[in-house]
């Protein structure tokens, strides 16, 4: 999934900081970032994102819009969103970002280590199917 709209947030900006008045819909929130309401409505049902609620309608703050740009960045990098809760509820606990820094710090160093494994298993991947075209290229070469 490509999130649309993620780069114009702080990273450094805590969820916690935005001001909490209602500001956005649900529609309003999956059109700008390019997902469905069923993925916000999810995400509110894992406790990751709190909506206000004004009758039936859901009225999502600042605060939920930033939490959902993380969330949306965070499942981009491959977190799952055990990882991302976690990483958002130390938004919560320490103001001066300190935690989750060294958490995130830690999570993306380790998304670097597998994805370094999987590129070099794609290099050698492509490597050996190469070799078995170059062989079947040559094959044919021989025998027509």
């Known amino acids: 999934m490509t999130v649309k709209n993620t780069d114009s947030f702080q990273a450094s900006a805590s969820p916690q900081d935005a001001p909490l008045e209602p500001a956005y819909t ?3 929130l999956a059109k700008e970032f390019g997902i469905t309401t069923r993925a916000i409505r999810f995400y509110e049902s894992r406790g990751l994102i709190s909506p206000e609620r004004v009758g ?8 939920d819009r930033a ?3 993380l969330i949306l960045r965070g499942r981009n990098l491959g977190f799952t969103v055990e990882d991302v809760s976690g990483y958002l509820s130390l938004y919560d606990s320490d103001p001066a970002q300190l935690t989750q820094t060294r958490h995130l710090l830690d999570k993306v160093t380790a998304a670097i280590g597998d994805l370094e494994t999987k590129r070099h298993d794609i290099e050698r991947s492509l490597a050996d199917l190469n070799e ?3 062989r079947c290229e040559e094959h044919l070469k021989k025998n027509t």
């Open 26 to 28: 649900i529609s309003a």
């Open 56 to 63: 039936t309608a859901r009225r999502y703050s600042r605060r």
């Open 67 to 69: 939490r959902l740009i």
């Open 132 to 134: 078995i075209r170059a």
